[in-house]
T-cell receptor, first 114, second 115 residues
């Protein structure tokens, strides 16, 4: 069964901390995505990547960065966590023509910044 | 630019009744359309998609959706709702003419099926 695995289900961090959210997929997918999900706002795209060492800004990249050193792993980094980054973070992956097949999502990381 | 709208934040339906979750879209070409479901504290799961062909698309768990080009809609339907269908539903769209751009998701509709 194909999988996208997010390393933590729940995470509590302090304001100002540097936070790493990890995502690993075992499907050899080229495309990977990070979304945040907030009530009433739906899914908003933070960053995405179509290949190793490539990254593209999504709709709300401010305060975030990403790293993709290996094909299977896409990390989201909160450089200095703030309370307004408290949210559910979802990672997804797809093959290069992935939008014919849709995305496979991880289970999400619920991050609380205190 | 591509966009998708889910006009209802919440849909309530009695168990056994038919359900409809609405979705409208805006793209410049012929759309690729998707429905996903999210159960509490989980990621999104793929339900069904429309790429081309028959306007009525059948998917997982007895769900179906009808593509209507003239109304730019892709409503999700099920003939008989179950309590276990209670979840958050997302519609997503992509314009294949826009290159390899990510899917655009709606804001979601919470479906509540009452026993």
């Amino acid at each position: 069964d194909v999988k996208v695995t997010q390393s933590s289900r729940y995470l509590v961090k302090r304001t100002g901390e540097k936070v790493f959210l990890e995502c690993v997929q075992d499907m050899d997918h080229e495309n990977m995505f990070w979304y945040r999900q907030d009530p009433g706002l739906g899914l908003r795209l933070i960053y995405f990547s179509y290949d190793v060492k490539m990254k593209e800004k999504g709709d709300i990249p401010e305060g975030y960065s990403v790293s993709r050193e290996k094909k299977e792993r896409f990390s989201l980094i909160l450089e200095s966590a703030s309370t307004n980054q408290t949210s559910m973070y979802l990672c997804a992956s797809s093959p290069p023509t992935g939008t014919l097949y849709g995305y496979t999502f991880g289970s999400g990381t619920r991050l609380t910044v205190v | 630019a591509q966009s998708v709208a889910q006009p209802e934040d919440q849909v309530n339906v009695a168990e056994g009744n038919p359900l409809t979750v609405k979705c409208t879209y805006s793209v410049s070409g012929n759309p690729y359309l998707f429905w996903y479901v999210q159960y509490p504290n989980r990621g999104l799961q793929f339900l069904l998609k429309y790429i081309t062909g028959d306007n009525l698309v059948k998917g997982s768990y007895g769900f179906e959706a009808e593509f209507n080009k003239s109304q730019t809609s892709f409503h999700l339907k099920k003939p008989s709702a179950l309590v276990s269908d209670s979840a958050l539903y997302f519609c997503a769209v992509r314009d294949p003419l826009s290159g390899n751009t990510p899917l655009v998701f709606g804001k979601g509709t919470r479906l509540s099926v009452i026993a």
